[in-house]
Every structure is written in C-alpha cells, then in structure tokens.
C-alpha cells in the first residue's frame, strides 16, 4: 500500500514525497484510516516505527479539508482558536514532533506554535490567545498559560497525547486532567506511545471515547532489529570498561545512559579528558547547551552523548549505531525505550547493558519483561580484576565538562533558537530535513513531584506514579516558562 492510497491531499503526498518517504510502517497503514474515520485511537508500537507520521499525517489532511464553520475562516484555525493541540513530556520532542508537522504541512497555509518551558512566553501566550491551527506543547507550561486565560480551544478538533505513558508516569496525570476539562467534549483524541503499562492504560479511559486500540508487536519487545548483550561488571570499572569499549573503531555514535544528572557530566568530562568527543544532555543543561549538544551529535562532532532518561526522549538521531546502558534502568519501560535510539527503521542497531552485582535483580524483571533474556558476555582483552582507579567522592554541584557544552550553571533566561540537528522524531521510515523556520524548544517537563535523590540529583524521568498521583491528587506537574515560535508553512 502506499501514501496515495489513504486518500491524502496532493500537497500532503508531494511533502511526504519530498521527504523521501515511500511505503508506509506498519503503525502507519493500521492508524490512519480509523483516525481519518474520526475514530479515537490508542496507538502502541515499538519506538522508531513513525508513530508521529501516523497521527500528523490524517490530522492534516483533516484540517486540510476541513469546513470553514469547522475551524474558522478560510476552514483554518485563526477566527476560531486552535484546530489541533499534541502534548508531549519533553521539549526536545516538542521540538522533534513540530518539525514532523512543518515537513508534512510546507505545502498548506497552516501556522503551528510551540508552548514550552525554558524560554519566554509572550510569543506562546500570543499564539494561545490568536489561535493558531496546530500547538505543539509540554503540559505543566501550557497549563500554566491555560490558567491565565491565554487559550482559545473553544473550537478544538483534535487532542494528541504522545508519548503517553512517559506523560504519565512523569507525574502530568494531574496537569493532562486539567487541560482535558477545559477542551470541548466533542473531539478526536489519539494516544500513542511505545509502550504503556495496564494500569496507566485504564487512567486514560477517560480521555477517549470508545476508542480502537491498535498494537503493533508486543508492547514489551524492544525493536527487532536491536543485538542486546549484557556485561557483568564491577561497579568501579564502569567507566574503564566504558573508555575501553569506547576505542573500538566500531563504535561510532554512542548514546550512553546515565542515571543521574550529574553523573552524566562526570561521565562525560572523563571520556573527554581520555579525548573522546563527548557532550552531555539533561534537564539541568540550558536550552542553548541542549541544542548544541544534539546538534554536535547529529552532524558528528562528537562521537559520544551522554544523556539521562527524561532528555534522551526527543532524540532522533540517524545513524545511532550503539546505546549503552552505562547505569542499568531501573524500570524495563525505560530499557525499550533506551534502546529504541538504535535500530530505528529497521536499522541495525547494538544495545549493551553494564550489570553490577547490585543490578542482577533488575536484570532478571527486565528479562520476565521483555520475554528473552539478554546475552551475557565478557569483553576480550579487558582486566576485570584490575584495581579500579581512584574516584572523586560525589559532589552537590555538576562538574563543568566536555566539548565546551557547559562551562556555566544553566540560566532561565531564554535559549538559543538555532535548529537542533535535522533529524525527525519519527518519519515514515526515515527521517526527513526540513528547511522551514524551527521552533525553539525547552522544558523541564517534570513535576513538582519531588524525586527521590540518587547522588543529589535524581532526574525524575524514572518516576512512577503514586496512587495519590494516579487519582489525581497529587501536585500539579509543570515545565516551567518558555517561549515557542509560530510561523507560516511556505504555500
């Protein structure tokens, strides 16, 4: 089957053309002729499948099509408010998934905005209070704008929730229960996510009517086309086991997970001074910071990103050959999604997980997880019996590091609005390069949830909900203030 045969516009099949797309995925060809039925749609598959593609893609064409007594004048969304509003828990996928739209949409007159943390806020708050056809937006800041009367969703069509089970579980129930209140009953709403665990699926009964559920995999397995290895590895030979894998020439874009902050920036600033190209990407990071980092890593300037669980969501990156579980994810939901970096369209990719002693109970719940269990191996000429070297006791504050990405505590002043690469959050089957005026992108797209601290700095991406949270009851979660940028698709 091909893009065509969905019935989309001329200028949404010369954009998806453009972009070199052919075939559509699997998640692709099973979602868009409900969602184009007007059909509500939880949508679960495998990360890097184009899970973004399928909703944007009907969504426009609905637009494109749309009435003017649907959206306002024109049949677009300006006379009456927004047509379309996505949640998403991080700015960076903010950013990723507002880049998808602005590729798919370049050839229809449709304005799209982003509302995030980090930045200022007066051009968001004008987007909100113009209308625009399409806002891309953390909760806690659109919430935070929505609660000052800066909204028009009187007319809104379409509710999106991706990355739905990180929303969740990051502590924005709360937050995305407040902003449904305040839309109009009579909508569309699509949830899609990589994975989504049982429990948070019947919270979101409430968000959708009668909806049509579509899996595609299990939605426990990792991608298919993924090698997974662990090493068994004493704690303090992490990091000599990392630099000397890390000399192998076959390693050529690493994206290695740590737990913590700030054990991300030691990390990084190690690799560095053993002159391996290294940068760092967290919460803690400026928008600035944030975006040089991945766009260093995308055009290959450094050979290493060394992010944690809640940054590393807006990463897409073509060509990412191995993802290292430096620190071992402390829930199986966070390893499919770790991993997923790699072996993206049906890429071949190589995942490879340090366990510890201390990490041999978690790795025995990820393989009940996923259904396999991963193959342990040793690496040839490494002493594992070395005494490690010594180690700075950790410290309240980040060490400066790497590849000039940090050499100041991040400000909340407002960040650089340079492009972050030119990859895409998820693409038919690869990624497209858009051209066209970028949105700026920042948020913390945490809670004020207080997480519990692991070396002072936990990052709460690897929260679960509590039960006061899940009824919601618990603090409101929000991405603190930013600004996004609107603009015009070219005609």
């Known amino acids: ?26 998640i692709q060809l099973a979602a868009i002729p409900p969602i184009l039925k ?31 007594s649907a959206t306002g004048s024109h049949g677009h969304a300006h006379a009456g408010g927004t047509s379309a509003l996505i949640l998403a828990p991080t ?13 798919y949409g370049r050839y229809l007159p449709l304005k799209i905005a982003t509302v995030f943390g980090g930045v200022g806020e007066n051009p968001q708050i004008q987007a909100l209070r113009h209308g625009v056809d399409i806002i891309v937006a953390t909760p806690g800041r659109l919430l935070d704008l929505m609660d000052r009367g800066n909204s028009r969703f009187s007319h809104l069509r379409f509710l999106v929730l991706d990355e739905a089970d990180r929303m969740l579980d990051m502590g924005f129930l709360p937050s995305i229960q407040r902003i449904v209140r305040a839309l109009p009953r009579r909508r569309q709403t699509l949830l899609f996510s990589a994975t989504l665990s049982k429990d948070i699926e019947e919270l979101t009964h409430e968000f959708l009517r009668h909806p049509q559920r579509i899996e595609i995999g299990r939605r426990t397995n990792p991608a298919d086309t ?7 590895v004493p704690a303090a030979l992490k990091s000599t086991l990392l630099i000397h894998l890390l000399q192998s020439n ?4 690493v994206l290695v997970f740590s737990r913590t902050k700030h054990g991300a920036d030691r990390l990084a600033k ?12 967290h919460s803690d990071r400026s928008q600035s910071q944030r975006l040089r980092a991945l766009r260093d890593f995308k055009e290959g300037k450094v050979r290493v990103l060394v992010a944690t669980d809640i940054a590393a969501r807006g990463i897409d990156v073509d060509g990412i050959s191995h993802v290292i579980n430096y620190d071992f994810p402390m829930h199986p939901e966070d390893y499919v999604h770790r991993i997923g970096r790699t072996g993206r369209a049906q890429a071949i990719g ?5 366990v510890t002693p201390e990490d041999r109970d978690a790795l025995r719940g990820l393989e009940r997880f996923i259904g396999r269990n991963l193959v342990k191996t040793r690496v040839e000429n490494f002493d594992y019996a070395q005494r490690p070297e010594a180690h700075a006791p950790d410290r309240a504050r980040p060490s400066h590091h790497t590849h000039s990405h940090s050499h100041s505590k991040p400000s909340s002043h407002s960040g650089s609005h340079s492009k972050p690469g030119s990859g895409s959050h998820s693409g038919p089957q690869r990624q497209g390069q858009s051209s066209h005026s970028r949105p700026a992108s920042s948020s913390r797209g945490g809670s004020h949830n207080k997480p519990r601290e692991v070396n002072g700095n936990r990052e709460g991406g690897n929260l679960r909900p509590s039960p006061s949270s899940a009824s919601g009851r618990s603090t409101n979660g929000r991405s603190g203030s930013g600004r ?8």
């Open 350 to 354: 190589d995942a490879i997980s340090f």
């Open 226 to 232: 993924v090698k997974q290895v662990a090493h068994e």
């Open 1 to 26: 089957m091909t893009f065509r045969e969905f019935g989309l516009g001329t200028e949404i099949l010369r954009s998806v053309t453009e972009a070199g797309y052919e075939t559509p995925t699997p």
């Open 91 to 103: 700015r960076e996928l903010v950013v990723q998934i507002a880049e998808n739209a602005q590729i």
């Open 38 to 68: 007007d059909q509500d749609v939880i949508g679960i598959a495998q990360t890097g499948t184009g899970k973004t593609a399928a909703f944007v893609l009907p969504m426009l064409e609905k637009l494109r099509t749309a009435p003017p």
């Open 270 to 281: 190690k690799l560095h001074a053993q002159n391996i190209p290294t940068a760092a990407l």
């Open 250 to 253: 076959g390693l050529r874009s």
């Open 484 to 491: 996004g940028r609107t603009w015009r698709s070219s005609r």
